[in-house]
């Protein structure tokens, strides 16, 4: 009895060893996680005091219920609303790194589209700068929200939230099967020269996923005559800079552009916020969904 006894002692003793021991082992080594370009971190806890040094992140961050945490934003973080309240710590090319420095973060999450001597710069200040890659595609989008997620102890929330967004694009890929795909042009900027989304961009692949396809076949950011454009000749054209147009810069009153099939049959679209578009977060599904619906007016 004794010797039965003593195996069950040690059989328990040998799944707690197996089972507890590397928990014990991970609590004193730390968090660990890796950005988008492959810097690990550790932290003894998660992220109490966060900077965000980009639109798209301040959306992911707030999406996952890190309002309180949120210390620091850009000057154009403006959703949601509470995102206004936040300290301004300038944009991703213009970045005050001194005003970071004072906000005491424990973690900045950037775009690697920022300054690599802004993110030197804090990196030497002692400051941990979570880079994200900027997204090709849908995919990516889901990627970096989940990587937030992890980084900041809300991981199960950033699974929650691109479930919701793959199971909302699949319902719509299913609707857009019977429908045709038109040919669009997105306008990205219009002020400084008329410059459209490519086919490298993560708007090209929100343009197909809402069943269109690119009157552009290569390159990123592609700046655009409005001599080739007539050549082109898109079915429909997308405005992802209406926030920064004037009224006489519309399409509509543009003179070369009456001879395009898109503004001769009214097939502008300058209704949806172009954050839905231009910005890869949790509400680039809206943005799809918005989008699909506009080129094919008859889907529900």
């Not at 620091?72 to 090319?93: H, L, Q, R």
């Not at 719509?172 to 410059?195: C, R």
Request: proline share 5%; aromatic share 8%.
């Amino acid at each position: 009895m004794v010797k039965k006894r003593w195996m069950v002692f040690l059989a328990v003793a040998i799944i707690l060893l197996v089972t507890v021991a590397p928990l014990m082992a991970g609590q004193s080594k730390g968090i660990t996680v890796k950005d988008s370009k492959g810097n690990v971190f550790t932290f003894k806890s998660y992220p109490k005091r966060i900077v965000s040094l980009a639109p798209s992140n301040t959306e992911i961050l707030f999406a996952l219920g890190l309002d309180k945490n949120i210390v620091g934003v850009t000057n154009f973080c403006d959703y949601p609303a509470a995102a206004k309240k936040k300290a301004k710590v300038g944009d991703a090319f213009n970045v005050n790194v001194e005003k970071i420095v004072s906000l005491k973060p424990d973690l900045v999450v950037a775009q690697d589209t920022i300054s690599p001597e802004a993110i030197k710069k804090l990196q030497n200040l002692k400051v941990k700068v979570f880079v994200l890659k900027e997204p090709k595609n849908f995919n990516d989008i889901l990627n970096n929200i989940k990587l937030v997620g992890k980084a900041t102890g809300k991981y199960s929330k950033a699974v929650s939230i691109t479930n919701n967004m793959q199971a909302r694009l699949n319902k719509l890929t299913a609707k857009l099967k019977k429908y045709n795909k038109p040919s669009v042009l997105v306008e990205i900027d219009y002020a400084y020269g008329l410059y459209v989304a490519g086919p490298d961009t993560f708007i090209n692949d929100i343009l197909v996923k809402a069943g269109g396809k690119n009157v552009i076949t290569s390159g990123s950011w592609v700046n655009l005559s409005d001599e080739k454009l007539l050549t082109l000749n898109p079915d429909y054209i997308l405005l992802a800079d209406t926030a920064y147009l004037k009224p006489d810069q519309h399409p509509y009153k543009r003179e070369l552009w009456q001879a395009l099939r898109a503004v001769k049959e009214k097939k502008v679209i300058d209704s949806i916020d172009p954050n839905l578009i231009v910005r890869p977060g949790p509400r680039t599904i809206d943005g799809i969904e918005k989008l699909a619906k506009a080129l094919h007016p008859g889907l529900k």
